[in-house]
């Protein structure tokens, strides 16, 4: 029975000597677990399977299959990412996947959000599935778990995908980062060479932007709110509030008021801003954003994003209000 326990005598990797030794073993390790075969990840772009990908490269190179799917509720700019540093800079076997008709295809008119996660997981492992199908030769699936993962939710990464593969498709599993705690993986991926906005993001949920476009999907409501993001995003970098706030990010809601754009009364949606601390994210805390910066990031959001007539700011702590809104 595979081990799934840290063993005591791991040191913690701190510094970035101490992430190249680790990395020099997994290096090892990895190459001795799959020789000349092929690996196929699901890589989202977030930090535990960006560290994995990098890590397989450097043991493997291009037999490290990467498949990237494009969803279509990424923030902005993160599939280019995915490409610029992995296929262009890393020179990794990378497949992108554009899946964005598919998946809002069969999100139109869904407003539940149980429902929309279940779709969008079970349409995530489909076109996973399908691209796996495509590849020869291969015999392992690598996973972005790591440590808190095992001890919170057992040997499968909770909210990873790929965790209902059909049986048929029976990969074993290459899971390097597995007693790592989430410090411990930033860590590794510089000393890897991964850019440290990449590294230090703020956690970002696997259904993405379909939590924060409240109801059912619609194309021009999701832009909206991906364009939103952007600029709180860019806001937040610019202002050096990047590391001060744990999780930052906009919602729009389902509904639309009156307000008035050039002397003409206009119905737009409002977007509301959530920026909060969290030690576990169990109970959280709203952040005091300067007065000024928040008034420039409402003009910005109000002239920049189309459809978009107001801007709101969350004040409610967790709990009451959990982090996300659906
Ligand atoms: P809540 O909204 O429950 O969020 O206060 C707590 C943390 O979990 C993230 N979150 C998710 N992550 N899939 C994920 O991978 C999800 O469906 C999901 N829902 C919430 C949320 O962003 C926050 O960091």
């Given at each position: 029975m595979e081990n799934n326990k840290r063993p005591e005598t791991m040191q913690r990797i701190t510094t970035p000597e101490l992430a190249e030794a680790f990395i020099a073993e997994q290096v090892e390790a990895i190459q001795k677990q799959v020789g000349d075969k092929k690996v196929l990840l699901a890589l989202s772009g977030g930090v535990d399977s960006s560290v994995v990908a990098a890590l397989l490269i450097r043991a493997i190179g291009k037999n490290l299959v990467a498949v990237h799917v494009n969803h279509g509720l990424l923030r902005k700019g993160e599939p280019e990412q995915v490409i610029e540093v992995f296929r262009n800079q890393m020179n990794a076997n990378l497949i992108y996947v554009d899946a964005v008709d598919r998946f809002l295809d069969k999100l139109a008119g869904v407003s539940s959000p149980e429902q929309k996660r279940k779709i969008i997981g079970a349409e995530f492992i489909r076109v996973f599935e399908e691209e796996a199908r495509k590849q020869d030769n291969i015999h392992f699936l690598a996973q972005g778990t790591i440590y808190p993962d095992i001890l919170e939710s057992g040997p499968v990464k909770a909210h990873h995908n790929v965790g209902g593969l059909p049986e048929d498709l029976d990969f074993e599993l290459v899971e390097p980062l597995k007693f790592l705690f989430k410090d411990e993986v930033r860590v590794v991926g510089v000393a890897l060479g991964l850019p440290f906005g990449m590294v230090y993001r703020q956690p970002f949920p696997g259904p993405g932007l379909g939590v924060r476009c409240l109801g059912a999907i619609t194309r021009d409501r999701l832009e909206a709110v991906r364009e939103s993001d952007a600029i709180l995003r860019e806001e937040f970098l610019k202002n050096d509030l990047q590391n001060k706030v744990w999780q930052y990010f906009t919602v729009i809601p389902d509904l639309k008021s009156v307000g008035v754009r050039n002397n003409v009364r206009c119905e737009e949606w409002p977007v509301i801003i959530r920026a909060v601390n969290t030690r576990d994210a169990m109970t959280a805390t709203v952040e005091n954003i300067p007065f000024d910066l928040m008034q420039h990031i409402v003009r910005r959001i109000i002239t920049e994003?189309?459809?978009?007539?107001r801007v709101l700011y969350d004040f409610t702590p967790k709990p009451t209000g959990t982090i996300e809104w659906e």
């Open positions: 994003v189309k459809g978009v007539n």
